[in-house]
C-alpha cells in the first residue's frame, strides 16, 4: 500500500503575518484544506485558485492546486502542478514535498492506464520521483516504501505480460498444429476429388435394359461391371467419410480456443466444408458421382479459404506478440535502472550519515516479487536502526 500523500501547503507561510491581504490568502487556503478532509474536491480547487491569484510567483499555489486536482483524479493536471511548484520552491523541504506528490501521481495513474507500457512508464518515473524526494529530505521515509511499493507494482504487470506470453505462444502452437491439420484436410481432399473424377471418366454410360429386360437378365460382363462401379462409389464415399469426420474434429478443436483466436473466424470455413463433404458422401454411396464431384469441390474452396483465415489472423497476432514482447523489455530495463538508482542513493544516504555501516556484501536486486519483499524487509531494518523518522506532516488544516 501506497504511504500518505502530503496534503496542501501553507501560503501564509510566505506572507507578511501582519498584512491583511495575508489574512485573506491564509483563510482560502485554510478552507481548501478542511475541503480537502471533507472530500469536496472541486470545493478546494476553487478555494485554491482564489489564493494562488493573489500569490502567483508562490510555489506553494500550484502545490495546493496539484493536491485539488490528485483527489480529483485529474493527474495530469496534478503532475504539471506539483512540477511547476517544484521549479519555484527554493525550500528543500518543500522540493522534496513536491517530488513525493509526483511519485503518488505517477503510481495513481499508473493505476488507471490499459496498456501495461504506460503503466510500467509511470511507475518508473514515480520511482524517480521517490528517489529525488529523498535526495531532498533523507528522513521522508514513506519514500523508501512508496519505491518498494512501485516496484513491486512493476513486477506484478511484467508477470502479468510474461503469463499472457506464455499464454500466447501456447495458443500460437496450437494453432500451428490446427494449421498443420487443415493443410492435410485440403491434400486428402484434393485426392478425393482426383479420385472421383478419374472413376467418374472411367465408368463407361450403362446399357439401359430393355422393356421387360432386369437386371437380373443383363449379362455377366455388364453385372460385372455394375458391381465394380458400385463398389467403388462405396470406396470413394467410405475416403470421403474418412476426411468428413476428421474436419470435424478439427472444427471441435477450433471451438476450443480461447477467444478471440485466429481459428474463429477459420472455424465457419471448416464448418461449412463438413457440409459439403456429407453430401458428397451421401451422392456417392448412391454412385452420383457428377453432383458429388461439385459438393467435394466446394468442400475444398472452403478448406482454402479457412487457411486463408488462419494465415492472416496469425500474422497479425505475431505483430501483437512482438510488441508485447518489447513492453516487456523495456519494462524490465525501467525498473532494473531505478532499482539501480535507489541502491546507489541509499548506499550514499548511510554513508552521509554515518549511523550504520553499508552492507558490503549486498547483492543486486532480483526482478522477482519474492526478492523485492525481502529486499524491502532489510531496507527496513536498516531505516530502524538508524532511527529515521517519519516524512513530512500534513500542514495544519486549520492553521
Not at 460382363?221 to 455394375?226: D, G, N, T
Request: glycine content about 4%.
Amino acid at each position: 500500500m501506497m504511504k500518505r500523500f502530503i496534503y496542501g501547503a501553507a501560503l501564509g507561510l510566505i506572507l507578511a503575518a501582519a498584512s491583511a491581504h495575508a489574512d485573506s490568502v491564509r483563510a482560502l487556503v485554510s478552507q481548501g484544506n478542511r475541503d480537502i478532509a471533507e472530500g469536496k474536491f472541486s470545493e478546494a480547487l476553487e478555494a485554491y485558485n482564489q489564493a494562488a491569484a493573489s500569490t502567483p510567483e508562490a510555489p506553494e499555489a500550484p502545490f495546493n492546486q496539484g493536491v485539488a486536482y490528485y483527489h480529483l483524479g485529474q493527474f495530469d493536471k496534478a503532475k504539471d502542478a506539483f512540477e511547476q511548484a517544484a521549479i519555484r520552491a527554493k525550500d528543500p523541504s518543500l522540493q522534496a514535498r513536491c517530488e513525493y506528490n509526483l511519485g503518488n501521481t505517477a503510481y495513481r495513474a499508473s493505476q488507471a492506464q490499459k496498456d501495461p507500457k504506460e503503466a510500467l512508464g509511470q511507475l518508473g518515473q514515480g520511482v524517480r520521483h521517490f528517489q529525488n524526494a529523498l535526495a531532498a529530505d533523507p528522513s521522508l521515509a514513506d519514500a523508501a516504501h512508496n519505491i518498494e511499493v512501485s516496484r513491486m507494482a512493476m513486477q506484478a504487470i511484467l508477470e502479468e505480460m510474461k503469463k499472457q506470453q506464455e499464454q500466447q505462444q501456447k495458443q500460437q502452437e496450437q494453432q500451428q498444429q490446427m494449421q498443420d491439420k487443415l493443410d492435410n484436410l485440403i491434400n486428402q481432399q484434393q485426392q478425393n476429388n482426383q479420385n472421383t473424377q478419374q472413376a467418374a471418366q472411367e465408368q463407361q454410360p450403362q446399357e439401359q435394359p430393355q422393356n421387360g429386360q432386369n437386371n437380373e437378365q443383363q449379362n455377366p460382363e455388364q453385372q460385372q461391371a455394375q458391381g465394380q462401379q458400385q463398389q467403388q462409389a462405396q470406396e470413394l464415399a467410405n475416403q470421403q467419410q474418412q476426411t468428413r469426420q476428421q474436419t470435424e474434429e478439427l472444427s471441435k478443436e477450433m471451438s476450443q480456443q480461447q477467444q478471440p483466436s485466429p481459428a474463429e473466424q477459420a472455424k465457419e470455413h471448416v464448418d461449412n466444408a463438413a457440409q459439403q463433404q456429407q453430401t458428397a458422401e451421401e451422392q456417392l454411396r448412391n454412385q452420383q458421382l457428377d453432383a458429388a464431384q461439385q459438393a467435394q469441390q466446394k468442400a475444398l474452396d472452403e478448406l482454402q479459404e479457412a487457411k486463408k483465415a488462419m494465415g492472416q489472423n496469425q500474422e497479425q497476432q505475431k505483430q501483437d506478440e512482438q510488441q508485447d514482447g518489447q513492453k516487456q523489455q523495456q519494462g524490465q530495463q525501467e525498473q532494473q535502472q531505478s532499482s539501480q538508482q535507489s541502491q546507489q542513493e541509499q548506499d550514499a544516504q548511510q554513508a552521509q550519515q554515518g549511523s550504520a555501516e553499508p552492507d558490503m556484501n549486498a547483492q543486486p536486486p532480483d526482478e522477482t516479487a519474492q526478492e523485492i519483499l525481502r529486499e524491502e524487509q532489510q531496507n527496513q531494518q536498516q531505516r530502524n536502526q538508524m532511527n529515521v523518522q517519519g516524512g513530512n506532516q500534513p500542514v495544519d488544516k486549520d492553521w
